[in-house]
């Protein structure tokens, strides 16, 4: 590859570090949001250094210069039966990898979602800590308490005094196949640097028909506290009382 391509290569690198970024939240999609400003400084530089490469190409050519892939004459000169016709395969083969930058353009990659929290364990329970939700805690609180998945069984598995039971509690997420046939996973991923960690936190809904792979719903219901040890348990249950269809959030993870 010349030097002309690999300038084109960093700047569309950096183009699509930037447009993510700074024009839509798809980067969000991948890492976490504390990201985002070393995403920024990094597509600026891939876009700068592309834009030298290039400019310092033109400007050679202009002068009438040699480029730096100019080479000298009698390595063009076929020395053996073995080198001809070898000369120009390399350079046309090799702008075959401005398609994967490309792609990142006109095909941009999901963030994770059924099929990872299908065939991905679910996350271990904590070593310590009740998982959140105060409000619980309050037994005249009106209304549905609002939770993160990852709060929910976090209290679920470690509080003893199972404040949960009883409660409504609000919980938003995405559908997921349970593969052993009873019921279905209202689930969120969580990740703590970006999604190459990312783990699942899920309950099981088994009064409601299973909607549509994928598809994100704000639920509101009650935990079903289960007989015997609470960290032995593998699916914490969930029954629920109402459920609608919500948009995709920015920002799908944990």
């Not at 400003?37 to 400019?55: D, E, H, K, T, W």
């Not at 939770?147 to 509690?169: C, H, N, P, Y």
Request: include cysteine; aromatic fraction near 8%.
């Amino acid at each position: 590859m010349n030097r002309i391509a690999q300038g084109i290569v960093l700047l569309l690198l950096g183009a699509g570090a930037l447009s993510s970024t700074l024009f839509s939240d798809l980067y969000l999609n991948y890492v976490q949001p504390g990201f985002r400003p070393f995403l920024i400084a990094a597509g600026a530089a891939l876009g700068v250094l592309g834009v030298s490469v290039i400019a310092g190409e033109a400007r050679a050519a202009l002068r009438g210069l040699p480029g730096p892939d100019t080479a000298p004459a009698f390595c063009h000169a076929d020395s053996d039966d073995h080198g001809a016709g070898h000369g120009h395969a390399t350079p046309r083969v090799a702008w075959l990898l401005l398609l994967p930058v490309i792609a990142v353009f006109v095909v941009a990659p999901p963030a994770l979602g059924s099929y990872t929290a299908e065939n991905a364990a679910s996350a271990p329970p904590p070593s310590s800590g009740d998982g959140g939700g105060d409000d619980l805690a309050d037994p005249a609180a009106e209304g549905p308490v609002e939770m993160k998945i990852q709060e929910f069984i976090s209290r679920a598995w470690t509080d003893e005094k199972r404040t949960l039971e009883g409660r409504t509690v609000r919980l938003t997420g995405f559908a997921v196949p349970n593969p052993e046939g009873e019921g279905w996973y209202l689930a969120r991923l969580q990740m703590a640097c970006c999604a190459a960690d990312a783990i699942v936190n899920r309950v099981l809904v088994t009064n409601r028909p299973e909607p549509e792979e994928d598809s994100w719903w704000r639920v509101e219901g009650t935990w079903q506290p289960p007989e015997g040890d609470l960290r032995s348990v593998r699916n914490h249950r969930f029954t629920v009382e109402t459920m609608e269809s919500v948009e995709n959030p920015p920002d799908p993870y944990e």
